[in-house]
């Protein structure tokens, strides 16, 4: 990264303190600047007063569920009139998973333990910074 790169603005909404510091240093290392919301409550408070250019949510959070704090965000994101694409993580592979995360709103969704070469596709097709 130079001087004159843009970070991204990441949020990632996460409970397990393992998985956070991994996500953490994968976005990092691909020009990510990473802001942690533990739980669904926080989360929805920084995307209130932050307008992130990504959004990576647990669907297995500890207060509400993931797929509530994605239909909650896409609300907040209407309200400011801001498409932030919103990436589900889940550790559940099964298909019907995948589709309550799409139903919710969720752009892409993404299954645990996340490989660095998937976050970076991700980043790619979401925004068009990545190369």
Known sequence: MTAET???NALLIEDDLIVQR???MMLTKLGCKVEIAAD???ALKKVTDFAYDIIFVDIGLPDISGFEVIEKI?????NFSRNIPIIALTGYTGEQEKQDCKQAGASEVIYKPVLAQTMRAVLSTNLATIS
């Open 6 to 8: 843009t970070l991204i």
């Open 22 to 24: 991994v996500h953490t």
């Open 40 to 42: 669904g409550l926080s």
């Open 74 to 78: 896409k609300a907040i994101n209407r």
